[in-house]
């Protein structure tokens, strides 16, 4: 039996590619991280400014993207990024509009976009947010 060389070729990538995707699976890798609780919130929010400590948290539902407060009143704002999370420390030029089940943030950062989070007591964070 002769096997045209560009056929083999193309089983062995085949097989290759099958066994790293199930390595990849093996190991976990990839994925989706979820915000769920204050601990995330504040291991993301050190993650993306070293010292940040966060005291008080609101999660959107769904875990995608969450506020954190420090003890000094700075807000952080934090979205999933890919399979990990970024952040921006909130500055006086944030803008916040309260919508009827969420609020959406502008850090004023165009890389970093617009963030709409469904949270509890949004006019809490609104009024944070404004006092900036």
Not at 35 to 59: P, Q, W
Not at 84 to 101: I, S
Not at 110 to 121: A, E, M, N, P, Q
Request: contains cysteine.
């Amino acid at each position: 039996m002769n096997i045209p060389p560009i056929f083999l070729q193309f089983l062995v990538s085949l097989i290759a590619i099958l066994a790293l995707f199930a390595l990849a699976r093996a190991m976990k890798l990839g994925g989706q991280p979820k915000l769920t609780d204050k601990g995330s919130v504040a291991f993301a929010a050190g993650e993306v400014e070293d010292g940040y400590v966060a005291e008080r948290v609101a999660i959107a539902r769904g875990g995608d993207a969450a506020l954190a407060r420090n003890a000094e009143g700075r807000i952080m704002v934090i979205k999933r990024h890919g399979n990990r999370f970024a952040g921006r420390v909130l500055t006086p030029e944030a803008k916040v509009r309260e919508e009827v089940d969420a609020i959406i943030i502008d850090c004023d950062d165009v890389r970093f976009g617009k963030v709409r989070l469904s949270i509890d007591d949004p006019g809490i964070w609104v009024d944070a947010i404004n006092r900036l």
